[in-house]
Nanobody, 127 residues
Framework: QVRLTESGGGLVQAGDSLKLACTLSGVTFDDYAMGWFRQGSGKREFVASM???????NYADSVKGRFTVSRDGAKNALYLHMDSLKPEDTAVYYC?????????????????????WGQGTQVTVSS
């Protein structure tokens, strides 16, 4: 059974850093493209993705230069290192996985591209 588990959220001040982690269990990690999304008061929005090892990273414009996504196949983990956090980064952050051998018509920055989701971790940035 596929399971995604996020951790690392919390309450920080503007300008601080935070690192989120997501572990994928129950399947072969390298078979899955991975991404991060967030949801504040509106709809769920794309943050970053890294489909597999050595794949180019993709970022939303709002986080480019501040966030870094990485994955570690040895630990079945996806990370999101967030620097220079802003109050507008406040949201529930979700990890998502897509079985890379399943064809999808959606872009990798579209939540409909992904098959599995974690429960989310809250990030709150105070001003």
């Amino acid at each position: 059974q596929v399971r995604l588990t996020e951790s690392g959220g919390g309450l920080v001040q503007a300008g601080d850093s935070l690192k989120l982690a997501c572990t994928l269990s129950g399947v072969t990690f390298d078979d899955y493209a991975m991404g991060w999304f967030r949801q504040g008061s509106g709809k769920r929005e794309f943050v970053a993705s890294m489909s597999w090892e050595a794949d180019p990273e993709n970022y939303a414009d709002s986080v480019k230069g501040r966030f870094t996504v990485s994955r570690d196949g040895a630990k079945n983990a996806l990370y999101l290192h967030m620097d220079s956090l802003k109050p507008e980064d406040t949201a529930v952050y979700y990890c998502a996985a897509h079985y890379r051998f399943r064809y999808s018509t959606y872009r990798r920055d579209d939540p409909r591209y992904f098959d599995y989701w974690g429960q989310g971790t809250q990030v709150t940035v105070s001003s």
